[in-house]
């Protein structure tokens, strides 16, 4: 039977609202307090729709799914050729975009408080950001696949760039010079899949592989997959780039990096789960991926320890937890997927306290966050030396927090699968990150401070109201995971389940 | 009839890859950017000779005028000819 | 002498004589867990080739443990490969990508 | 002499190209060349996928009016590739944009276009 095109209503508002905000934000250019208001309603504007919105489906070009009798369906579960350009809002899209807004609201608190100058185009970049991880995230077709990882590697320069150092334009400059390697390497992978299926659709493309011999063509799609790893890899900042995704991480305004690393958190979650459904079934792509995120991790955290800066430590340690968000991933299981998403989860929330504390260093400090800081820190802003120490503790894996949930799970994952390295790894990672973070925090927050600098930092340092409601709201979220974990199961045990069982769905 | 097509698109597959040597070894960097320019044309000839004219057009609309105009800027704006140490 | 023993202390003469002072400093702190992190992971990786032949896995677990002894003070040259040189980043890319494309091709 | 397709000549062109790109961003020093390279790259990027379309003998894939709907999809090329296409031209174009505006700033900072002087691997 024929039914109506019901097409859900929120998926087009996640796009377009961030969108027109951004065009009308940059048309303001300078006037602080307009651009104020239209940024945060419609930050919270986006986070209500992303926290309200039923689940569903939006199809564009409109093609109805085509039944074997001739009749038509949108229904999503049936078996049917798609034909359409479609997205898909899920319960694992609404945690991952519900997140994502809440953090898009305290950035663009915390840059509305602390910049004056291009504030206009700095908050569009930030928007256009937030729009291309919204999109990479819910999207089930390989043209909007492409189009949001290109430009979202572009924004990354963009909002690096526009914080105005020599070392920060390097760093964009670096990163969109391999852009051209990544974006090409996609669009040869895309080319190459369709050529091959011959269907847009993600869906699709996985029913025509699954029911159709290829033949002598698997090589194309090897050849397919390992763009794709390329594509995967630069979006996410995982071993072979890591070197300019960590520059780009550092040399951001700190809340700009909270955006970023929540951008490429969710790529690599997006991107990964697109690449296992498509390739889960090759032999050695699981391995391919494997390999390379435990190098990420490893190659993260070693760099992170060496490091003598706090904002260089935080670099690479992003770089490394997403090494171990893919680990999950790549393990393949259900419950490395589930794992490997909600550390996505967990480390975005995590990483955002430290640096929204690393935020405020640079706010007190004028401009110097290395660990020869002083310390002393702790007694004028106690409270800022708690968070920064109940964030290191839930980035280390310390129970009460979130981090420790998901890195159990990892855990246990990894021996599931008969792979007692990956697991001594993850371990290692989880120790040494403790071991970076404590070194930077004790000589920042908890030394005692020096008896010469008399003159400088007389008094308490003030926190802002909204740097400190952020942290209070964000510190709550992850205590509330590292205690309850199953309200965030409830989310991702689906899509977890999709992906093993039955991975043409979205 | 079939031949001389043949043939020009020879010549224009052996036009595009002089012009990407030629670009790169050249000192002169606004030189550069036009032989950059007349590799897009042989490029979109090769796009209409591929079946697909209306990326032919854009080829060459974006190829001739947009990148070169965009580099000749960067060039005016820094300087035109390499450093040589 | 104990070979632990004697890595410790190779490790931490060269990072002193890179950074000076008495070897308890941030960055020599730093560098040489750095360091003992970068010698358990490629005696780690070694190892994970038991999954094709265990004997290998054995053999090659010897062989690193060996070479992590030798070759003792690496960290720098992790460092070094690490760097954000641009060149230096295109040159790994393209030795991963053909990595990748041997080992999958390998498969069919 | 060999008889060779035009789709086999688009690829060899693509490859020349795309080679000729990296190895332009690998080994060039200076900077606009290092531009021009990536757009060499795109370029060939973007005649791959064309070529990747061709069909012999076929004809352009625009229905013309008086044309037989059930010849035509027989007959016409493939469409995905120029589909990519005429994206990645516009994406390759703004990419250039912002790389020859990050190079101009660059420049009035540094005052060269060495990537050896500007790029060089350092920590701040």
Known sequence: MNEAVTNLWSVPLLIIIPILTAILVNLLYNKTKAIRAISVGASIAVLAIAVLSPYGFHWFAGHPAVNSDGTYTFTASVFSWKLSLEYYYGPLQQILIGLMSLLLLFTVLIATKSLSKNLGPYLAIIFLTYVSAAAVLMTNDFYHLWIAVELGSLLVAGLVASSGTAYAQKAALKYTFFSALAGSGLAISLGLILGLTGYVNITDAIHFLMSNDLGGMYAVLYVAFAFLTLAWVYAGGLVPVHPLKSDVYRSAFPHGTVLLQTQSKLMLVAIGIVMLRLFGSLPFATDVMLVISVLTMIFGVVMALIQTDLRWILAYLIVSHSGLVTVGLSLGTYRGIVGGIFQALNDVIYMSILLICCEMLLYFGKGSTSIKFGGGVAKKSPWLAAFAVLGAMAASGIPPFNGFQSELILLQAALEQGLPEVAAVILMVSVSTFVALFRAIYSIFLKPEPEKTSESYVGRFKMPDVVFISLVVLLSISLILGVYPQLAFSFINESALKVVLVPWVP | ?85 | MGSIDSLYDKIKRYLTSIFGGEGSTDAITGYSSGELQMAVFVMLLASLFRIFLIPLGIVLLLGAAIMVAYFAPIIRTVELENSNDLNRVLFWVIVYFSIILAVTLWGI | MIEISLQLLGFIAATVLVVVGIAGMLYLDNLIKKLIAFTLLSDGVNLALVSLGYVQGGIVPILEPDASIFEFPNEAALIFGPGIVLTNIVIGVSTTAILAALIVVLYRRYGSLKASKVLKGDRE
């Open chain 2, 1 to 85: 009839m079939i031949d001389a097509f043949m043939t020009v698109a020879y010549l224009m597959v052996v036009g595009v890859t002089i012009g990407a040597i030629a670009a790169l070894l050249q000192k002169d960097l606004l030189r550069a950017a036009y032989i950059t320019g007349a590799e897009s044309i042989a490029l979109a000839f090769l796009f209409h000779a591929l079946l697909a004219p209306d990326l032919g057009l854009t080829q060459a609309i974006v190829g001739t005028v947009l990148m070169p105009g965009i580099i000749i800027l960067a060039i005016l704006k820094t300087r035109r000819h390499e450093e040589s140490d």
